[in-house]
């Protein structure tokens, strides 16, 4: 019996992981090569592992308009895709090499929808005109899949928004996953304090790209309203644009002028550092303005630390409210941006949520075990990749 051959399209793929998109297919594409044979396809130059081709984008390329040098890669992804059963691509990076495959080879193309760009309107602050070519991609790949996987019920609702052209039939829901042995908790008092953080102190942790989506200016405000002896913890690096740098940088001073204990890393942590920082962590905050489900979450809950997270996107799916976390509510503009149409009231209700959090450690330590239970009980990348592979199964032989 043949072993279905699928190639795995991506612009992040290790040593070069950006976000959680990359995550995402590392751990997947680690599983489904216990059943499948698996190829990689990625940017960012050769690999050692034979299944793994990473490409280089051209020099000629290299001082124009990042969009292109995208376009120019996936061609090469595309003409290497030949004898393929079936082409499964990440984010739009890969989402014309995807589309362009399955035009080219005659074979069924899936997408894994991680985000989208009509909901990344910042994205133009960082791209300019590249930000349409980005949305051309992306929407012309969409419409033509033969299968969107949404990362979250949420995401599904999105997609279908965006594109409302394409059948509902075609998105399924096929949460994240995380991998249960490298994200537990690891009590490293030593490593906590080297970063300069007091373990024996209560402290809310962020950790994420300097985005527009992370909402991190938010969260910033907000820890200007916390108890004094509550740290503020940002493993935040990678900035879209250096005007939201300035801001960040800005808002930090701010903080830090009218209280102490905020500590701000920008390096990228290795996995073992940045589990010892959130199991010391009181609290994790995702304040994100869009989230289709965020990976990061369930690191959190995975080291048995609670969540304090907006309510918005697939966050409410992952942080079940009063049991594992808090929900904080946010009314969001329908403009694309997803901004607070209220931002001092998020502002607000955001510190006022992890002041509650910070002030109750023994419920916070409880609701920290209950959010182990449930990454363990439903996040496993071993059912995630079974619920993958049932949508190949689904567009190759017409199955559900």
């Known amino acids: 019996m043949n072993v279905l051959r699928i190639d795995m399209l991506t612009r992040e793929y290790p040593p ?239 903080l830090r002028a009218k209280r102490e204990g905020v500590v701000w890393i920008d390096d990228m942590l290795p996995r073992e550092e940045l589990t010892a920082i959130l199991s010391a962590a009181t609290t994790f905050v995702c304040p994100s303005v869009y989230e289709p489900l965020g990976i990061v979450n369930l690191e959190a809950m995975a080291c048995g630390t609670p969540v304090v997270g907006s309510g918005t996107g697939g966050i409410p799916e992952v942080v079940t409210h009063g049991e594992v976390g808090t929900i904080v509510p946010i009314e969001q503009v329908t403009d694309g941006t997803g901004e607070p149409i209220d931002p001092q009231k998020f502002v607000s209700d955001l510190a006022a949520a992890l002041t509650e959090m910070v002030s109750d450690p023994q419920r916070a330590r409880e609701l920290g075990r209950a959010a182990r239970k449930r990454v363990e009980d439903h996040f496993s990348w071993e059912a995630i990749a079974e619920r993958t592979i049932a949508v190949y199964e689904s567009v190759l032989h017409g199955s559900d």
């Open 16 to 254: 070069h992981i950006y976000g959680g998109a990359g995550v995402h297919v590392t751990e997947l594409a680690a599983v489904l090569r216990n059943k499948l044979d698996v190829r990689i396809r990625c940017f960012d130059g050769p690999r050692e592992d034979a299944k793994v081709t990473g490409y280089t984008e051209p020099e000629d390329l290299k001082a124009a308009n990042p969009t292109l040098a995208t376009m120019a890669t996936n061609l090469y992804m595309a003409k290497d895709t030949a004898g393929a059963d079936l082409v499964h691509s990440h984010t739009w990076y890969a989402n014309f090499a995807g589309h362009t495959s399955a035009l080219l080879h005659g074979i069924p193309h899936v997408i894994s929808a991680h985000s989208l760009e009509p909901l990344r309107p910042w994205k133009a602050e960082q791209l300019g005109g590249g930000y349409r070519v980005s949305s051309f991609i992306e929407r012309t790949a969409y419409l033509a899949a033969d299968a969107v996987i949404a990362v979250s019920a949420g995401m599904r609702e999105d997609v279908l928004r965006s594109y409302p052209e394409i059948d509902p039939e075609k998105v399924r829901v096929v949460h994240n996953g995380i991998d249960l042995e490298g994200w537990r908790r690891r009590e490293d008092p030593d490593t906590v304090r080297r970063w300069g953080i007091d373990p024996d102190q209560p402290s809310v942790v962020f950790v994420g790209r300097i985005t527009r989506q992370k909402g991190l200016p938010y969260l910033l405000r907000a820890a200007a309203q916390l108890p004094p002896n509550v740290q503020l913890v940002l493993c935040a690096g990678a900035p879209d644009t250096p005007e939201l740098m300035a801001e960040v940088q800005q808002l930090v001073a701010d």
